[in-house]
């Protein structure tokens, strides 16, 4: 949703359309990181970018968090040291005869970005009362409802039989069945059950294109018979598991016995 955000703001010249820079906070668990995290907190502020998005937060060392919470209360970052950039690397100096060095981090009206599962008050627990004050907006998702899973499912069966028209010239058709198979199947895993579902769909019709070349009709049917799934080729059904990773099998039963051993 951030992503397609900053693509539009782009096309209305509200900011410079590239995708938003990303600082995964879980890469500086301690303060042996602090190197690094300016290194990387230096470029992404440098980057052509107007947004910065920082995930993980509660993985990052504490430390460092406050010079992030110093970026968002005050737009500046103050350093305990003085760095100079050798070879677009940032080094710590102690010399005065330095040149030009960088003493503190500006935001340079960039817009900060945390995103986390964890709820509002573990952010204020970890960065402070003044760092949630300084926020702008403070967005929270949901889980989808069933309509909006209902047009998920919807389009992504549109853009299944448009692929299998294209790719595998076949003309596929959907009965009510094969829908509701989808839909109880996918349930316990939400929104990416249904894209796993139809994804896998695709793959085991792309693979029974590929095995099955005495197959020669143009018309598939996708239904489901005593709660299994079947594709319907002529006067053939066949199951859609026969080509869901049934290839894989005999090795990953080969890796496991070999990982008992262990």
Same mark, same amino acid.
């Given at each position: +949703?951030?992503?397609?955000?900053?693509?539009?703001?782009?096309?209305?010249?509200?900011?410079?359309?590239?995708?938003?820079?990303?600082?995964?906070?879980?890469?500086?668990?301690? +303060?042996?990181?602090?190197?690094?995290?300016?290194?990387?907190?230096?470029?992404?502020?440098?980057?052509?970018?107007?947004?910065?998005?920082?995930?993980?937060?509660?993985?990052?060392?504490?430390?460092?968090?406050?010079?992030?919470?110093?970026?968002?209360?005050?737009?500046?970052?103050?350093?305990?040291?003085?760095?100079?950039?050798?070879?677009?690397?940032?080094?710590?100096?102690?010399?005065?005869?330095?040149?030009?060095?960088?003493?503190?981090?500006?935001?340079?009206?960039?817009?900060?970005?945390?995103?986390?599962?964890?709820?509002?008050?573990?952010?204020?627990?970890?960065?402070?009362?003044?760092?949630?004050?300084?926020?702008?907006?403070?967005?929270?998702?949901?889980?989808?409802?069933?309509?909006?899973?209902?047009?998920?499912?919807?389009?992504?069966?549109?853009?299944?039989?448009?692929?299998?028209?294209?790719?595998?010239?076949?003309?596929?058709?959907?009965?009510?069945?094969?829908?509701?198979?989808?839909?109880?199947?996918?349930?316990?895993?939400?929104?990416?059950?249904?894209?796993?579902?139809?994804?896998?769909?695709?793959?085991?019709?792309?693979?029974?294109?590929?095995?099955?070349?005495?197959?020669?009709?143009?018309?598939?049917?996708?239904?489901?018979?005593?709660?299994?799934?079947?594709?319907?080729?002529?006067?053939?059904?066949?199951?859609?598991?026969?080509?869901?990773?049934?290839?894989?099998?005999?090795?990953?039963?080969?890796?496991?016995?070999?990982?008992?051993?262990?």
């Amino acid at each position: +949703a951030l992503n397609l955000l900053v693509e539009e703001l782009g096309k209305r010249n509200v900011l410079r359309a590239v995708a938003p820079t990303v600082m995964n906070l879980s890469l500086y668990p301690s +303060a042996a990181e602090e190197q690094l995290f300016l290194q990387d907190l230096y470029s992404a502020l440098q980057s052509k970018s107007d947004v910065i998005v920082f995930e993980n937060f509660e993985n990052c060392h504490v430390s460092l968090l406050i010079r992030l919470s110093d970026l968002v209360t005050e737009g500046v970052c103050r350093l305990s040291d003085r760095y100079v950039m050798q070879k677009g690397q940032l080094v710590s100096v102690s010399t005065s005869f330095a040149g030009e060095t960088v003493g503190s981090f500006e935001a340079k009206g960039k817009y900060l970005i945390f995103v986390s599962s964890k709820p509002l008050d573990k952010l204020a627990d970890v960065m402070g009362a003044p760092f949630i004050n300084a926020l702008g907006d403070i967005c929270e998702t949901k889980k989808l409802d069933e309509e909006a899973m209902k047009q998920v499912a919807e389009k992504k069966e549109e853009t299944l039989l448009e692929k299998c028209r294209k790719t595998l010239n076949y003309t596929v058709t959907v009965d009510e069945s094969f829908r509701d198979y989808l839909g109880q199947s996918s349930r316990n895993r939400g929104l990416q059950g249904i894209l796993d579902a139809y994804d896998d769909t695709l793959k085991a019709l792309a693979e029974m294109k590929l095995e099955r070349d005495d197959i020669t009709v143009k018309e598939i049917g996708l239904t489901c018979e005593n709660g299994v799934p079947v594709i319907k080729a002529g006067e053939e059904n066949i199951e859609l598991s026969t080509f869901v990773g049934g290839s894989y099998n005999g090795e990953l039963e080969s890796v496991e016995a070999e990982l008992d051993k262990i």
